[in-house]
């Protein structure tokens, strides 16, 4: 069975990462936030992940490491390079 993320990876600083959409209830809990992340180790193996949510008004919330998610706060959400992913 396949399914589609919508993500990204970036360099930031010395980092490659991984930044991955979920849906805003998927911050309603630690539990769901870790569950996201282990979920997605697979499909960017030895990245930090960082999950990413927007509400109705496009502000964007961040979970991940706390240095790389202080600098991705600052970036323009346009000028990642957002792609879809398809996983099987």
Known sequence: MSYQIEGAIVKVKDDTLAIVTVKPQVFQSTSEL????????HVFPG???????QDTQGKP???GRKNIVSLLAK??????????YIIN
Request: hydrophobic share 45%; charged share 20%; glycine share 0%.
């Open 75 to 84: 970036v323009n959400l346009r000028s990642i390079p957002w792609r879809r």
């Open 34 to 41: 870790q569950k996201a992340m282990n979920a997605y180790r």
């Open 47 to 53: 990245m930090p992940i960082v999950l990413m949510s």
């Open 61 to 63: 919330t961040w979970y």
